[in-house]
């Protein structure tokens, strides 16, 4: 159980272009999704957390009008990185929280994608 | 602010023996906290969550104990294989309201056969 799946696991682009990220809760319904990003060798940082229905808390740092957050149900929250350039390519890892327990619930992360910008 | 530490080194051992990992927090009172295994490529796996009430949590061959006096925790990994060769993230639940998760920045585990 508690399955993320993360989609797509691998994207290049040219520099401008706009990327979407899908993560789905597949057996659970998440109330809460985060969405991480980590660099090569380090580890992951927080970007922002949404909650189903609600805008997106961002991290300090974080530019919202660069990385918007859509988490329109329990099931399904999307990352899109508008208008990339070579600095935003990581890899952006989603995770999911859900169920009965509420905070004290691990959270279930997706696979990962690979974002490369050229 | 809240910080947390994990031996950056990588911690080589031998098959058989047992792994010790160590996550050491300043300025923080997490009501718990999480271990995860990290593989190149792919996305954290939840292993285990112990609370500040509980001194010790087991799972087949992985031990866990959380000294909040200490402000440690150590993740142990009894009788190690190859396939437990991977990076172990520590992490806290912050203290805001949404409880995001903090990560340390993890322990590499090489196992040798």
């Known amino acids: 159980g508690a399955v993320v799946s993360q989609h797509p696991s691998w994207v290049i682009c040219k520099s401008g272009t706009s990327v979407k990220i899908e993560c789905r809760s597949l057996d659970f319904q998440a109330t809460t999704m985060f969405w991480y990003r980590q660099f090569p060798k380090q580890s992951l940082m927080l970007m922002a957390t949404s909650n189903e229905g609600s805008k997106a808390t961002y991290e300090q740092g974080v530019e919202k009008d660069k990385f918007l957050i859509n988490h329109a149900s329990l099931t399904l929250s999307t990352l899109t990185v508008t208008s990339a350039h070579p600095e935003d390519s990581s890899f952006y890892i989603c995770s999911a929280r859900g169920g009965t327990g509420g905070f004290n619930q691990p959270q279930h992360f997706g696979d990962g994608t690979r974002l490369s910008i050229l | 602010s809240q910080k947390i530490e994990q031996n950056s080194e990588a911690l080589n051992i031998q098959e058989g023996k047992t792994a010790t990992l160590t996550c050491n927090y300043t300025?923080?009172?997490?009501?718990?906290l999480q271990w995860y295994r990290q593989d190149p490529g792919r996305g954290p796996v939840f292993l285990l969550l112990?609370?500040?009430?509980?001194k010790e949590k087991r799972k087949e061959r992985l031990k866990v104990t959380f000294d909040t006096t200490l402000k440690q925790s150590l993740f142990h990994i009894t009788a190690s294989q190859p396939a437990d060769s991977a990076t172990y993230l520590c992490?806290?639940?912050?203290?805001?309201?949404?409880?995001?998760?903090?990560f340390g920045s993890g322990t590499r585990l090489q196992v040798q056969p």
């Open positions: 112990i609370r500040e009430n509980e």
């Open positions: 992490a806290l639940p912050d203290d805001t309201g949404r409880r995001a998760l903090t």
């Open positions: 300025n923080y009172s997490p009501a718990y």
